[in-house]
């Protein structure tokens, strides 16, 4: 039987999520706990998603927008994607047969043989980095760090283009130091194109009032213009572009 995919959301004009207009497929399901993230309603694996589809039925539906995603392509975000990889591969497997790009957003965090499968049909892949903080990380995000920083050694030995996301917390993650560290530590792999450096907002907050659940940075404003140029400046300085 064909394996289908769970799939909490689409959306036909993505264009923050990689380059040009994309099709965007939020999964449903992950199983780190970012204290900032913005969809909470990804996390049950079992929640109720807004489509079960094979991935020749996703083809098709991207495949009505493909004149506009022509200089784009797909990207599958989640919560986790790579929670459904044999899903995902197939996916990706006929985009490309299709002549689609295709870009996958991951925590990096599932990095089994079946998730790095995946990569042989990932033309690009957006890898959130948390925090370099190995102490830090499991605070932010209720699992360890160490998976992120094999998946990224597995992107650099298959050569699959990446673009670092990071999202920059005041309080948590808004310090030069830990921000110095990680430049440095991406400057390393020959695969990262360039950084995504994301200031925390706090628009995702209402999800947790309609899910009953609790908001842990109640207390936090969202990062300062001032505060993003300064991070940016700091990987700037490793020539890493932002
Ligand atoms: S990895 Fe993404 S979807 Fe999962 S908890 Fe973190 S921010 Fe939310």
């Known amino acids: 039987m064909e394996v289908k995919g769970n799939i909490h959301s689409l959306e036909s004009f993505g264009t ?9 497929v939020f999964m449903q399901g992950c199983p780190l706990r970012c204290l900032y993230c913005h969809n909470p309603d990804t996390w049950d694996s079992k929640g109720l998603a807004k489509y079960q589809m ?7 539906e991207v495949l009505r927008y493909k004149n506009f995603i022509a200089k784009g392509g797909v990207t599958v975000t989640g919560g986790e994607p790579l929670l459904q990889a044999e899903f995902l591969r197939e996916f990706f497997r006929l985009c490309r047969e299709a002549g689609i790009h295709t870009a996958l957003d991951t925590s990096g965090y599932i990095c089994t043989p079946k998730a790095l499968a995946v990569l042989e049909y990932a033309d690009l892949v957006l890898l959130d980095i948390k925090t370099i903080d190995p ?49 440095e530590y991406i400057n ?25 659940l609790d908001y842990k940075l109640k207390e936090v404003e969202p990062l300062s213009a001032e505060r993003l140029a300064n991070a940016k400046e700091i990987f700037k300085k490793h020539g890493i572009t932002v």
């Open 16 to 24: 923050v999520d990689g380059p040009g207009i994309r099709f965007v």
């Open 54 to 60: 094979t991935p020749e039925e996703l083809l098709a």
């Open 135 to 183: 102490e830090l990380h499991p605070r932010l995000t209720a699992v360890k760090l160490d998976n992120t920083l094999r998946f990224l050694d597995e992107l650099e030995k298959r050569g699959v283009p990446v673009w670092i996301r990071h999202v920059i917390v005041p309080g948590l993650t808004d310090n030069d130091e830990a921000l110095d560290k990680l430049a």
């Open 188 to 212: 390393h792999y020959t695969v990262v194109q360039k950084a995504e450096l994301l200031p925390y907002h706090t628009m995702g907050t209402y999800k947790y009032e309609a899910q009953g």
